[in-house]
Structures are given as C-alpha cells and as structure tokens.
C-alpha cells in the first residue's frame, strides 16, 4: 500500500516562530488532509488539499502532487498550537477511498 | 457545518466483554470508516463501509469485529470479545459520494479494557 512519511518527527519552537512539516507520499494521491490532534485526542482538519495551495489564517498547506510531497506552513505560532500534526492520504490507484496516516509531527509551543 | 457525532466519548469494559460503538455519520454521506490509534502511535484504517457492505478492511479487522448500518442513521463497530490490546481511541468518519471528497472524522470513543 501507499507510504506517508512526516517529517520532523517532533518539533520544539518558542511561541512566534515559523514552522514548516513536511509529508512525503510514495503513491499517486487523490485525497490528502492535514489534521491536528488536540491534547483532548480530536482530529482537527486542517486542509483539504489533493493539490495546490490553500490558506487558512496563520496556516496554509501546499501540495506537490506530481512529486508526490505537501507541505504545512504555521505562521507567528501559539502555544495552542502544540499537539501531532498529521497528514493522511488516498491513493489514486484503485477503488478504495480510505485514508492512510502517516506517524505525525509532534509539535511543541514554548511560552 | 454538519459533524459525525460518536457516543459514548470513553467506554471502560472487562476482557471478554462485548462492546459496541456507535457512530451517527453526516446526513448526505455515503461512505463511513472506522480508524483507531492505540495511545502514542498513529491512525490506523480498519474498514469502510459503501452500499450496506464492507467495501475494504484491513489485516487488523478479524473476525472480532463486525460493523453494522443498523437504520439510515447509524453506524456501528461491535467488538465481539474484548482484549486488552483493543484498548484504543477509536474514530468514525465519513465522506460523500460524488467523486473524491474529504474524510470528515467524529471526536472518536476511548475504549478501555481492563
């Protein structure tokens, strides 16, 4: 099946700085999202994104689709942003519409 | 918006126990997934449901479980006989029909077995 990998794995930042994670697939994709896990175990969607670019406030997200790479962008972060950051995807190949997680980026918010 | 709402939000059960999650998915959704992530690791797919039939599951969906559309509303994921490593965060989704649309994921059910 498709392979997602994130990366960094985890991520220290004091509050105001930028941060950009990173999600390679090894699979033609018809569906990627980015999520955010709260401390309170929810999966916050991010982003809609099978290709192009999108904004939403301090975040936006970009995806490659045709080198097979997204990209989440946090702007000026807070410590409420902390929590796994996840990207998941659908692989085009095939009928199935599930999605496939990859093992997240463990983000830090420092006061 | 519209949201997939899970109950319970935490469920404690004895090894052996049968436990059943429910899951009322969005309204004009035709697909419905249950995932589950065991603490610190990531999501994983267990099946996807289309058409009132199992259309993918994966390795980790046995004969242990079983899922179920019982009324035009609902969603089921019934655990026949618990055991420990079932413990889990476990998460209804679901997504539209026409073309590829976005997985819409529930605030999920922590089951626990002791």
């Known amino acids: 099946g498709i392979q997602v990998e994130q990366s960094p794995p985890d991520l220290i930042l004091q509050e105001g700085a930028n941060s950009t994670l990173r999600c390679n697939f090894s699979d033609s994709v018809n569906n990627l999202q980015w999520f955010h896990q709260n401390p309170w175990g929810q999966l916050i969607n991010l982003f809609y994104i099978p290709s192009g670019t999108k904004q939403n406030g301090r975040l936006s997200a970009t995806t490659v689709a045709t080198e097979r790479y997204s990209l989440l962008y946090i702007s000026s972060s807070q410590t409420t942003d902390s929590g796994v950051y996840f990207c998941a995807v659908g692989a085009s190949s095939g009928s199935a519409r599930q999605l496939t997680f990859g093992s997240g980026t463990q983000l830090t918010v420092l006061p | 918006e519209p949201e997939v709402t899970q109950t319970p939000s935490h469920q404690v059960t004895q090894m052996g126990q049968e436990v059943i999650l429910r899951c009322v998915p969005i309204s004009n959704h035709l697909y419905f997934y249950w995932y589950r992530q065991i603490l610190g690791q990531k999501v994983e797919f267990l099946v996807s449901f289309y058409n009132n039939e199992i259309s993918e599951k994966s390795e980790i969906f046995d004969d242990q479980f079983s899922v179920e559309r019982p009324d035009g509303s609902n969603f089921t994921l019934k655990i026949r006989s618990t055991k420990l490593e079932d413990s889990a965060m476990y998460f209804c989704?679901?997504?539209?029909?026409?073309?590829?649309?976005?997985?819409?994921f529930g605030n999920g059910t922590r089951l626990t077995v002791t």
């Open positions: 989704a679901s997504s539209g029909g026409v073309g590829h649309s976005p997985l819409h």
